[in-house]
């Protein structure tokens, strides 16, 4: 079983490894992206990125200090740090849930591509969605082409994939042409009388099922319809073969 996830915009940079430089599969497509970036003026990474001012400045900061030499890496998993990453809650791990984590876990990227949990990389903020013209296309989807795809294809063999990945990073995947089994985990709470998928719970609900496969080393479809954190229940009716729904 491969679990794939999102990165996060918000990052924590207080957890710094040093004299480790970046070990990343994609290193050599990460470096190009780095030199169209280094490109961008401020005032072109606000427009392209839709950032504030403030995040303009640092982003183009990262890009210019951005080197394949830096030895001043962070380990990927712990530098995400938004409402997914606070689910998976890396904190609780212990040896046996890192390797599990190490061996099956895959978080998507937009500058790295394809990340294991303890790869080292440096800080950035590269949407998967943001239109960054390069010499493949006009996108990031049209950059990577069939890379990604390819790669988790050949990681997978006959496993079935556990997508917890938001639309904008699965789709560099291309997930209908993937060969083996692909499960969605879907989070819906009522609200107003209604299920809806409401944004901020789903991506923590991702990261306690991320948590919840990880500590459990579940290899099953079935195990992981007994998912029951924070009052969510998986629901036989609302889900399908492909998307596994679960309500509170």
């Known amino acids: ?33 780095i030199k169209v970036l280094k490109g961008k003026n401020i005032a072109e990474l606000k427009d392209l990125m839709g950032l504030s001012d403030n995040l303009a400045q640092l982003n183009w900061q990262r890009f210019q200090d951005w080197d394949i030499s830096n030895s001043n890496t962070y380990i990927a998993i712990e530098l995400f740090n938004g ?10 791990f212990n040896k046996s849930d890192n390797d599990f984590a190490q061996n099956n876990l895959r978080i998507l990227s937009g500058l790295y591509g394809i990340l294991k949990p303890n790869d080292l990389i440096l800080p950035y903020r590269l949407e998967m969605g943001t239109k960054l013209k390069t010499i493949n296309g006009n996108n990031l989807y049209r950059f990577w082409q069939d890379k990604l795809h390819q ?44 299920l809806k998928v409401i944004s901020f719970f789903a991506k923590r609900a991702r990261g306690e099922m991320c948590n919840f496969i990880i500590k459990n080393k579940i290899n099953n479809i079935e195990a992981i319809k007994q998912f029951n954190r924070n009052n969510y229940n998986f629901s036989e009716g609302e889900s399908t073969a492909n998307n596994l729904v679960f309500i509170r």
């Open 1 to 33: 079983m491969k679990i794939i996830i999102s990165p996060a915009k918000k990052l924590d940079t207080s957890l710094k490894v040093e004299n480790r430089k970046m070990n990343t599969l994609f290193l050599g497509e990460s470096t190009k992206l």
């Open 83 to 92: 409402a997914v990453y606070e689910g998976i809650n890396t904190k609780d």
């Open 151 to 194: 790669n988790i294809g050949e990681e997978l063999e006959n496993e079935v994939l556990i997508n917890l990945a938001s639309n904008e990073y699965s789709k560099v995947l291309k997930l209908n042409k993937i060969k083996s089994e692909v499960i969605t985990p879907v989070f819906k709470d009522y609200k107003n009388g209604k």
